[in-house]
T-cell receptor, first 114, second 115 residues
Framework: DTEVTQTPKHLVMGMTNKKSLKCEQH?????MYWYKQKAKKPPELMFV???????INESVPSRFSPECPNSSLLNLHLHALQPEDSALYLC?????????????FGDGTRLSIL | AQSVTQLGSHVSVSEGALVLLRCNYS??????LFWYVQYPNQGLQLLLK??????LVKGINGFEAEFKKSETSFHLTKPSAHMSDAAEYFC?????????????FGRGTSLIVHP
């Protein structure tokens, strides 16, 4: 069982829809991450939150909007996505983001854009 | 700047044979090194990590890795492969001493285990 829970597991949406991905952890971690992963590729970092503040945005298009309502929750709001945005979206957390700390990953949301 | 090179996008072994997955890193400061495994339809799971203690690190599922500074390597081994080891393996590096704490992942190695 993973300690980072992501919902939904699968999402199919049209290019004009608005949807949200949700991530939750109860390990007391203060750093949370969103990654995008294409098949047979490593995860690509999108956003990092440290103590509920956005600390890194890897030049992600504005159609992806992250939100960290509290220390346990991380959302990714999606709007007007493109077919190339179809991928596995992974959430991860670490103790407080310092080097040497492993990341704990959820099982991801598999997103398909029609 | 940090980087990771995983040699071989695919490694194929027979069940019971030695598993060797290669990882070389580049870092301007002493590194922290990780191996993660990803099974189909799952997220990444930590196998083991090196954080400047013992150079031979033992992980879960019988895997271990040895940090060799002179060779800038952190290869993953397992004495005897099991069918359940078939998965994608990622090596990752972060930097200590004020360097980047965001992990850089290698491209991944797909381990195939034949009966």
């Amino acid at each position: 069982d993973t300690e980072v829970t992501q919902t939904p597991k699968h999402l199919v949406m049209g290019m004009t829809n608005k949807k949200s991905l949700k991530c939750e952890q109860h390990m007391g971690h203060r750093a949370m991450y969103w990654y995008k992963q294409k098949a047979k590729k490593p995860p690509e970092l999108m956003f990092v939150y440290s103590y509920e503040k956005l600390s890194i945005n890897e030049s992600v298009p504005s159609r992806f909007s992250p939100e960290c309502p509290n220390s346990s929750l991380l959302n990714l709001h999606l709007h007007a996505l493109q077919p190339e945005d179809s991928a596995l979206y992974l959430c991860a957390s670490s103790q407080d983001g310092k080097g040497g700390q492993p990341q704990h990953f959820g099982d991801g949301t598999r997103l398909s854009i029609l | 700047a940090q980087s990771v090179t995983q040699l071989g996008s695919h490694v194929s072994v027979s069940e019971g044979a030695l598993v060797l997955l290669r990882c070389n890193y580049s870092s301007s400061v002493p590194p922290y090194l990780f191996w993660y495994v990803q099974y189909p339809n799952q997220g990444l799971q930590l196998l083991l990590k090196y954080t400047s203690a013992a150079t031979l690190v033992k992980g879960i599922n019988g895997f271990e890795a040895e940090f060799k500074k002179s060779e800038t390597s952190f290869h993953l081994t397992k004495p005897s492969a099991h069918m359940s080891d078939a998965a994608e393996y990622f090596c990752a590096v972060t930097e200590g001493s004020g360097g980047s704490y965001i992990p850089t992942f290698g491209r991944g190695t797909s381990l195939i285990v034949h009966p």
